[in-house]
């Protein structure tokens, strides 16, 4: 029998669609939602949490409230940026209180789930919830390639923090008792900081080439990038964009153009 094909597997043994899993949370206000968003985890399955600019931590107010998930927070990995917290991750998923973003129409969680389900071995998921008050900035937002959305009373619909962070690692805890490893896939994807890279470049590019004149550069670049989000390519294709901007970089120092020279 299989390892994950036994019944007591989820308890004996970590469950390798949760081991590729985690949950960042940004700028967190109160300590004692970090807490419990840790014993959210813990009841899910998850053990791994990394805190961007927590306001307060460690605190005593989040150990109380982590009521035996103190080891999740011994372990947290804390980061100065969302960036830092998610460079080297192929998915990342924001969390957000509005069903559509600027990028795209949101998951919800079991498609969440089955998203997360989807990943193969060896790609790392990122679930990042936001501020209480405030939630994720567009910047945030934009360096995440999905979204998902708690669908919930139109006219109440934000949850505490934490109770977003169960409701969300429930639908994955239930996914990955049907789930067994998907082989590693041929088709890998770039991390993060890998399309962040080629993002700049390509900006470097398209300013030299003299695209932005007359064009509003900053919304121009937004559209581009919710593109990329989008449709994320796969790391091969990701070389062969790579390639041509090399080639594009490698024509403009032989022929200078009229801005090089400005
Ligand atoms: N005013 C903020 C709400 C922040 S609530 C806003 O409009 O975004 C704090 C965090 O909890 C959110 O950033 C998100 O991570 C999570 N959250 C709250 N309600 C949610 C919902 N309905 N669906 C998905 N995430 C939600």
């Known amino acids: 029998m299989q ?7 989820p308890l004996r043994y970590g469950i390798p669609m949760l081991e ?3 949950i960042v949370l940004v700028n967190t206000y109160h300590p004692g939602n970090i807490g419990s968003a840790a014993r959210a985890m813990k009841v899910m399955g998850l053990t791994r ?6 306001v307060q931590f460690p605190h005593v107010d989040a150990n109380t409230m982590a009521a035996g998930a103190e080891d999740i927070l011994d372990n947290v990995v804390i980061c100065q940026t969302l960036e830092e917290a998610i460079g080297d991750c192929e998915h990342v998923i924001a969390t957000s209180a ?20 989807g990943t193969s071995r060896g790609e790392e998921t990122a679930v990042v919830f936001g501020r209480e008050r405030s939630g994720l900035t567009t ?5 995440c390639n999905k979204h998902v959305f708690i669908p919930a009373n139109p006219d109440y619909s934000i949850l505490n923090m934490a109770s977003a962070v169960q409701i969300i690692a429930y639908e994955l805890y239930q996914k990955s008792l049907s789930s067994f490893e998907p082989v590693k896939k041929e088709t890998a994807f770039p ?16 300013e030299s080439a003299g695209y932005f004149k007359g064009k509003p550069k900053e919304a121009t670049l937004a559209k581009l990038r919710a593109y990329f989000q989008r ?4 790391k091969a294709e990701l070389s062969l964009l790579q390639g041509i901007l090399t080639q594009v970089e490698s024509k403009e120092k032989v022929e200078p153009n009229d801005n090089d020279l400005t």
């Open 3 to 9: 390892p994950w094909a036994h019944p007591l597997y």
């Open 20 to 22: 590729r899993i985690r």
């Open 49 to 54: 949490l990394y805190l961007v600019t927590p």
């Open 98 to 117: 509005r069903p559509r973003t600027r990028q795209a129409l949101a998951m919800t969680p079991p498609e969440c789930a089955t998203f997360v389900q």
């Open 139 to 143: 910047e945030e937002y934009e360096l």
């Open 191 to 206: 991390t993060t900081k890998e399309m962040k890279f080629f993002l700049e470049r390509m900006e470097e590019r398209l």
């Open 231 to 234: 449709n994320l390519p796969e």
